[in-house]
């Protein structure tokens, strides 16, 4: 009898033999006693917020923050938000604007501002505000006990707390399904906001929001007009002009070509529209390389796709354009000790990693993944003569090339128009994205039928789950309480100085960054990393290099399809299974960490930081 082939992916039911121990693991992170330290973290995150701008109002204009004026409540508010990105200088204060509280979601008109503007800068000296701010701080970190609280505060901390350890088991649950696929992957996405939902952490409005988020339309859009393309023939056209150069198109040279190409740019561009642009052409390779006599190749679909998401994500710490990380901590640095990085000499020492990178993870890559097909000259034989057989560009192939033309402009200027504002308003890469697909309809590339049979919809939902995941790790505190624990327990072993205690911050980093976005992940550690370097290395070149590796180590997002939107977009392909990603993820993320270290310990120190002491 002949046995019957095994289902993957969206055709598998739910395997409940399986998906017992993700479901046990859940149950028993929610009902074990909540550990003193989500107390704490809860307490600093539900009461230290009002409990800091009570004291600020008190220190600086002798009154309660319910009595205060609004100008004074505004001047406490921007002062708390200061402290939290370890701002306590007051030059940090006087850089703020109301575009600056508008983004920290801090209510403030052009009157108020001024009055509290002007009272810090004309009233209050550097020492004393620094003074007032680092007595804040100790408020925050120390003064406040969950022991002592009573009524609403101690409610609020309890609620804080229960918030921790809800995220922290759903992470539990979510990452064993996601190693195990014992449940489609995007049912996953949905148990994520339904257990939100359920325990009380989130809305159903908040879930609502966060499913359609600016990431979830990019990931949609970009998936919409990769399918025009297709339909379009435009991607063979690009595919044939990027390889046709090569006397040997073997998969090696042409994987060495999409490192060589993607890595570099992903330093300056957006990594999702890279490998939005990619996807296309790395199927059409593996499309165009099967034969009558090789009628399917999994290992080379699953090289090609790989490649292109490794490519993404190792470019991103070359410059601080590579991501929101790079900014994060360049941003902390300078709030907290005042150390500026400039933007060519970030390059002029990360993207040398990158460099370094690209070889490595090729290599890696080409390893873990074997093809029975090799020469892809076939393939480059048949699009050339699919391409005859088109003729020249038709109107619909040009107006294809032209809106993504168009739609890739706008992903790399939005933000700085918006900045400079030539334009009003922020849209977002997301709304462009989907602008774009819609502009493919009006244009009469594609009908709707095209989007719905070619857009793998179920990776919409599978990034937008991804997206509640880990911005309620972030917003919660529970990747605080990972971070803070980690480091604690560590350095007790005498591993909280010098490149050891660089290590933790870097693995440490590197671990959340598969859960969540990368900003967060560096947002979480960064603080605690610095702190604890300018404790033992004060005023050294020990202060950027934690800044720099941690925003580094963010990138590392090789192990889960959640990691990196790169991560998702190539998972749309369907060529892949999430145990691909852990086949070269694994071995990466130590590969990467190991360099990371040596960089510091070599390069980094060998050339120092301006006049900086070495540490």
Not at 52 to 72: G, I, K, M, P
Not at 419 to 448: C, D, E, H, S, T
Request: proline share 5%; with cysteine; hydrophobic share 50%.
């Amino acid at each position: 009898m002949k046995k019957e082939k095994k289902v993957t992916g969206y055709d598998k039911y739910i395997n409940w033999k399986v998906f017992i121990f993700p479901v046990l693991a859940l149950a028993v992170l929610l009902l074990i006693p909540t550990p003193n330290g989500m107390r704490d973290v809860g307490t600093q995150y539900q009461v230290g917020p009002k409990a800091v701008v009570n004291h600020l109002t008190r220190e600086l204009f002798e009154v309660d923050s319910v009595d205060a004026a609004q100008w004074q409540l505004l001047a406490a508010r921007i002062m708390e938000a200061n402290m939290q990105m370890g701002a306590l200088k007051k030059g940090r204060y006087l850089a703020r604007d109301l575009k600056w509280c508008k983004k920290n979601k801090i209510d403030a008109d052009p009157k108020n501002f001024e009055l509290a503007f002007n009272f810090i800068k004309n009233q209050v000296d550097e020492d004393r505000f620094l003074s007032v701010m680092n007595s804040a701080l100790d408020l925050r970190k120390q003064g406040l006990k969950y022991e002592e609280l009573t009524g609403k505060d101690k409610s609020a901390a309890d609620k804080g707390a229960w918030h921790i350890q809800v995220a922290i088991a759903v992470g539990a649950f979510v990452v064993l399904c996601f190693l195990t696929e014992c449940i489609p992957l995007p049912a996953v996405a949905f148990c994520i906001g339904l257990l939100y939902v359920f325990t009380g952490v989130l809305s159903r409005e908040a879930v609502a929001m966060l499913y359609w988020s600016d990431a979830c339309w990019f990931i949609m859009g970009s998936l919409m007009f990769a399918a025009a393309f297709v339909k379009t023939g435009v991607d063979k056209r690009v595919c044939l002009a990027m390889f046709k150069k090569l006397a040997v198109p073997n998969t090696k040279w042409i994987t060495l070509i999409f490192f060589i190409i993607i890595a570099p740019l992903a330093s300056f561009i957006s990594d999702h529209a890279l490998a939005a642009m990619f996807l296309p052409i790395g199927m059409l390779l593996y499309q165009n390389s099967l034969t009558d006599e090789v009628p399917e190749d999994k290992e080379l679909a699953k090289l090609l796709m790989i490649s292109i998401a490794m490519a993404c994500n190792i470019g991103g710490p070359g410059a601080p354009s590579g991501g929101a990380r790079n900014v994060i901590m360049m941003t902390y640095l300078t709030d907290m000790f005042g150390i500026d990085i400039g933007y060519f000499q970030w390059v002029t020492y990360c993207f040398p990693f990158v460099l370094v990178m690209i070889p490595v993870t090729w290599f890696i890559t080409n390893l873990r993944f074997r093809p029975k097909i090799i020469s892809l000259a076939p393939a480059m034989d048949h699009l050339r003569t699919e391409i005859d057989k088109m003729g020249g560009w038709n109107r619909q192939q040009i107006w294809a090339l032209v809106i993504f033309v168009i739609m890739v402009f706008g992903w790399f200027t939005e933000k700085s128009f918006y900045q400079m504002g030539i334009v009003p308003i922020r849209l977002g890469i997301g709304v462009i994205a989907v602008a774009g697909a819609i502009a493919y309809i009006i244009a009469g590339v594609v009908n709707w039928r095209d989007y719905q049979e070619k857009v793998d919809w179920g990776v919409v939902w599978l990034y937008a789950g991804a997206i509640i995941f880990g911005r309620t790790l972030d917003s919660t505190g529970a990747a605080y309480w990972l971070a803070r624990s980690v480091i604690d327990f560590l350095s007790q072993f005498g591993m909280e100085s010098g490149l050891p205690l660089l290590m933790i911050s870097n693995g440490l980093t590197s671990v959340l960054t598969n859960l969540m976005a990368d900003g967060p992940a560096a947002a979480s550690v960064g603080p605690i990393a610095l702190n604890m370097a300018g404790m033992v290395h004060p005023g050294s070149t020990y202060l950027p290099f934690m800044a720099m590796a941690t925003a580094v180590a963010s990138s590392f997002a090789y192990c889960l399809i959640i990691g990196t939107p790169p991560n998702a977009i190539v998972y749309a392909s369907g060529y892949l299974e999430p145990k691909d990603y852990l086949r070269v993820g694994i071995p990466m993320f130590f590969i990467a960490n190991v360099v990371l270290l040596l960089f510091t310990g070599i390069y980094w120190s060998f050339r120092g930081f301006g006049t900086l002491p070495g540490f």
